[in-house]
């Protein structure tokens, strides 16, 4: 059972666009939400995260918002840069040490 | 932000060889860290979850005395995989949680850049 989930495996988005990532969960004791950058053959890079006491949180050209009725988060980034093309996953914890992983979406910026 | 290394980045070893990993938290303290495991277009698998000074949390399906887990100190955890075989081969990552920070940051991973194992 997928706990948490990107349902979209790839995104193309042009470049200078906004891009919206989408990931769902379904454990309602998750309380903070984590995306990560990951390029191929290299460790995920911590991107944003966001508390459930809040529903948006940003930082420069990532905004994270979250819809806990939903049980949705996504992450919007605007302009999007040819360097953003990277597997993006989106990662949840109930206040543990785990965090639960999508399964990532591919996100290709084109020129 | 925090810093993580692993070494080796990338190995080759032949069938039934041992090989270890390390991985370091260099400029915080790390009360735990993680291995985590990717296939090929698949998501990270966590295998293993270390508090210094204790004994490695397996996940289910992970073999613990293939996959064996030291973590000695606030910032070194290791991997060894003992007698690999080719299905070993694949891309290992780990990850360190700080120690002391408050939250949210506590919550936050910090992941090394992965070693490439190839079993020959």
């Known amino acids: 059972d997928q706990q948490v989930k990107q349902n979209s495996p790839s995104l193309s988005v042009q470049e200078g666009r906004i891009s919206i990532l989408n990931c769902d969960y379904t454990?309602?004791?998750?309380?903070?939400f984590l995306w990560y950058k990951k390029y191929p053959a290299e460790g995920p890079t911590f991107l944003i995260s966001?508390?459930?006491i809040k529903d948006k949180n940003e930082d420069g050209r990532f905004t994270v918002f979250l819809n806990k009725s939903a049980k949705h988060l996504s992450l919007h980034i605007v302009p999007s840069q040819p360097g953003d093309s990277a597997v993006y996953f989106c990662?949840?914890?109930?206040?543990?040490?785990?965090?639960?992983w999508g399964a990532g979406t591919k996100l290709i910026i084109k020129p | 932000g925090a810093v993580v290394s692993q070494h080796p980045s990338r190995v080759i070893c032949k069938s039934g060889t041992s090989v270890k990993i390390e991985c370091r938290s260099l400029?915080?303290?790390?009360?735990?860290m993680f291995w985590y495991r990717q296939f090929p277009k698949q998501s990270l698998m966590l295998m293993a979850t270390?508090?210094?000074?204790?004994?490695?949390?397996?996940e289910q399906g992970v073999e613990k005395d293939k996959f064996l887990i030291n973590h000695a100190s606030l910032t070194l955890s290791t991997l060894t995989v003992t007698s690999a075989h080719p299905e070993d081969s694949s891309f290992y990552i780990c990850?360190?949680?700080?120690?002391?920070?408050?939250?949210?940051?506590?919550?936050?991973?910090?992941f090394g850049p992965g070693t490439r194992l190839l079993v020959l």
């Open positions: 990850s360190a949680r700080a120690f002391g920070t408050s939250s949210p940051d506590q919550e936050t991973q910090y």
């Open positions: 400029d915080f303290q790390a009360t735990t």
């Open positions: 270390s508090n210094e000074g204790s004994k490695a949390t397996y």
């Open positions: 454990n309602s004791m998750f309380d903070y």
């Open positions: 966001i508390s459930s």
């Open positions: 990662a949840a914890t109930d206040s543990g040490y785990q965090l639960i």
